[in-house]
């Protein structure tokens, strides 16, 4: 009886509070519709343009004529600038305009605000989506508390290609992982209430493809296949907008010949008709404008007329939707149901927001003083950041270091780089109010006599400071060597060729280890790198990213073992950058890789192999998986399998272990992926501890895009494996049946714009 009530409450609760977000909604909808009927053209365009903020000596100040601009309602939103008392002076200029209609404050707030987390492909490598969420979260908190509403963030973009520069941005190569990041993040900027003071709009960017550069030269092509872009690049895109991300940002590239900015197919037509998602789409920076050099626009207006027509809401920093569109919709060019359209986006978001309420409750000067680093946030970012380190190697258990040694030796130009510890973009954050390296080693064993020399730097061929480097590693009892890129080599426009370390480096690494001393490597940087010329002959190596305002002490953490490493990669690290792209979830081919048997598909060179696979990542302590067991040993497209192992702790600490669950489709009438994730779970188990864990797989998790782009299941053999990295698994196997007989089972029809003939293939009929 008590059940059933309670079932009744839940549901009496339910659908009053969805009768409440109805009149919510409804009541939203009437305010800016009526608000739109009394705008003129000229100021619905201006809703349409975010113009770029300009800081000066001494805070940011308005552009030249910005006021009047504002007072016009000719500017819907600015970038790039922030602090409560600016943001507030602005608004109260806004609401001088006719409509009084408040400013839009957006910026890159990345991976914190003045608070700076690990880049996020390092908060990638923590595969710990609570504590990401909660680091964008504190994000949010600093980030609104200055007066901003916007963030451009959270980056999906899946990045199989490490010389990419952007590769830092997001969370690697695998879409699962970055689906369930790229949710994570929009949960923690958006929170359950936008209208909060402390929640602002986020934005999944950059849609779509940006990742997959050609050649991996930042802006340049892509050229994906259509099955490929639903499978891999578009699923963290509509993990973002089922999390309720309210914003998406187009990518500067183009996709299949066809500019994004100009693509009413992805754009009005994918996101939006299909997905049937209704927030703002943002141009990236100068999008709109970038259509005439792509060769897609003769001249600015039509720039203006294409980005509109394929629904792009905001011009950012062109000023082409402001400067050229009001004669095009007057003379039928453009049509005004398209402005309305997107002004509409825009107006619903300031309501959302909650500046139409009170266009104030984001500057708050209190607020602000109060929020920024405070200490709470210091300590989640040092506990991130610990998580995000991965233990590459560690040979002889050469890690952890001793607290009683005697002299250590820190050597390298980034041990001491406070700018490059907090990374790109990293929006208010402060270098000095960082940990450096060498710092943080100083702060953990104070008794000792911690030595540096800067060795080399990673952006000059000078090797002078070698022979310092190598004395410096004589007198010492270990050496610590911090080698790497430093911030601005990895991040936009910072594609590289080569993916060795830059410099003089891998000359340091060959001349310190001439020294005799054991040497322990501390990688920092945003992208793999290919170490192979040193990575057999060091005993250990950790990939310490750009770890943020607490990277020493995160960094001396686990260098003394106060904590215990437990990141894994979230991108393959090559051998050498000739064999990129290389990413774990290829496709077989029809030869697939064999030793001694030259055709197949490898190099004469160098193995096939990666140096990390994707996945990778020791601890301190050592795991067993044993008893890999599956609850059927068939199941049909409705049922769920649950997949169970059991983990022990088989070393002498407590440790953390991300268990990871791939599956493989065996047949298929696409080719299917040699691996792909599925499932993760991050477990702490004390020494001699066993957990056991579970995975639930359904149609869902096994499903891909079939040649019609019909999201389907196929009925056959399936191969499960459940280990510590990509490679190091268990494997078991399992028939999916299908006893309508049918050949596939739809799960989703992709294009629902256009009608697929049933077909058969093999003589199979689809189930629908
Ligand atoms: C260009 C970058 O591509 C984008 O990621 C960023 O959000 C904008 N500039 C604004 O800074």
Known sequence: MMARLSIVGAALILSVASAAAQATTSRAARFVDSLLARMTLEEKLGQLTQLPGRWGDTGPVVPE???????????????????AGYTRRMQEVALQSRHKIPLLFAHDVIHGFRTIFPVSIAEAASWDPQAVEHAARIAAIEATAAGLHWTFAPMVDIARDARWGRIVEGAGEDPYLGSIMAAARVRGFQGTDLSAPNTMLATAKHFVGYGAAEGGRDYNIADIPEVTLRDIYLPPF?????????SVMASFNEVAGEPVHASERLIDGLLRAEWGWNGVLVSDYTGVLELIPHGVAADSASAGALALRAGVDVDMVSRIYLNKLAPLVRSGRVAMRDVNAAVRRVLRAKYDLGLFADPF???????????????????????????????????????????????????????????????????????????TVLEGIRRAVPSARVVHARGADSATADTSGFAEAVRVARDADVVVLVVGEHQEQSAEANNRAFLGLPGAQEGLVRAVRGAGKPVVVVLMGGRPLAISSFADSVPAIMHAWYLGTEMGNAVADVLFGDANPSGKLPVTIPRTVGQVPLYYNHRNTGRPPVANQKYTSKYIDVPWTPLYPFGHGLSYTTFAYRNLRLSAAAMRPSDTLIVSVDVTNTGDRVGDEIVQLY???????????????????????QPGETQSVSFALGSKDLAFHDAALDLVVEPGFFRVYVGSSSERVEEARFELVDPRRCGKRVLRREVPRFTWPAKSRMGAVICR
Do not use: C, M
């Open 663 to 685: 599956i493989r489709d065996e047949v298929g009438t696409l080719t299917r992926p040699v691996k792909e994730l599925r499932g993760f779970r991050r477990i702490t188990l």
């Open 361 to 435: 409750r984001y500057s708050d000067t209190t607020r602000e003083r109060q929020t920024l680093l405070a200490a709470e946030h210091r300590a989640a970012a040092r506990a991130l950041a610990r998580k995000a380190i991965v233990l590459l190697r560690n040979e002889g258990r050469a890690l952890p270091l001793s607290k009683s040694l005697g002299t250590i030796a820190v050597i390298g130009s980034l041990a001491t780089d406070a700018r490059s510890s907090i990374g790109n973009w990293s929006a208010a954050g402060r270098a000095e109010e960082g940990v």
């Open 65 to 83: 004529g910005g006021e009047g601009e504002i007072r016009r309602g000719q500017v819907g939103s600015f970038l790039g600038v922030f602090g």
């Open 238 to 246: 509509h993990a973002a907008i089922d999390a309720g991300a309210g």
